[in-house]
């Protein structure tokens, strides 16, 4: 879709306005796109049937009121997700993915908790910086996560969690305190320090 180059301007940091465009509007549909299909997924009995639309790894789009919508990927062999400028469908990742909506997807393959995501409206954004002992010089933009009216975080990330390089789409993850280097809200434009309530921005 893009050489190496062409990701710069997409990371998260880079693209802040677009970002906090989010903040007041209600979030109206989630849609994943993935290489994986239902029956595949949960040929690992690991999984539960409600883990299908947020563990199998694969882009994200966060559908706004007022016509906007965040398309959200992993940045090729980076530490980071990058917001896309157009919306894509499951066509241009080719034959073998599909795309997923979540008010048209079996009520089994994703949890309540997402589902009550849904008409909430988002109260902040926030960029989420990984660190590790390693020294690096990649970027490391690995996580994004929009604060709801229901008090419930929406969060797409990478590395932040265990299963490293899968990007995943969770509710109300605790982000692990040494794999964080930073949290900035887009709704106070700072660095704050991670769970940090409205209020308190």
């Not at 306005?17 to 040929?43: T, Y």
């Not at 241009?92 to 009520?107: N, Q, T, V």
């Not at 589902?115 to 902040?124: A, F, M, N, Y």
């Amino acid at each position: 879709m893009y050489d190496e180059n062409q990701w710069l301007p997409f990371l998260p940091s880079r693209q802040k306005e677009n970002l906090a465009q989010a903040i007041g509007r209600r979030l109206l549909e989630v849609e994943r796109i993935f290489g994986v299909k239902p029956e595949q997924f949960l040929k690992n009995s690991y999984y539960k049937d409600a883990d299908f639309f947020v563990y199998n790894s694969g882009s994200v789009q966060l559908w706004f009121e007022g016509n906007l919508t965040h398309a959200l990927a992993m940045y090729p062999e980076q530490f980071s997700i990058a917001l896309l400028p157009e919306i894509f469908s499951a066509t241009e990742f080719g034959k073998h993915y599909c795309s997923y909506r979540l008010d048209k997807i079996d009520e089994r393959l994703a949890p309540k908790s997402l589902r009550d995501c849904l008409g909430q409206v988002c109260e902040d954004v926030r960029i989420w910086t990984f660190t590790d002992d390693f020294v690096t010089d990649e970027v490391s933009e690995a996580g994004i996560s929009y604060l709801l009216s229901n008090g419930k975080e929406l969060s797409y990330c990478i590395y932040l969690h265990d299963d490293l390089s899968n990007d995943y789409l969770l509710v109300d993850f605790v982000y692990p305190q040494d794999k964080v280097a930073n949290c900035f809200s887009l709704r106070s434009q700072k660095y704050i320090e991670p769970y940090t309530s409205i209020s308190s921005t």
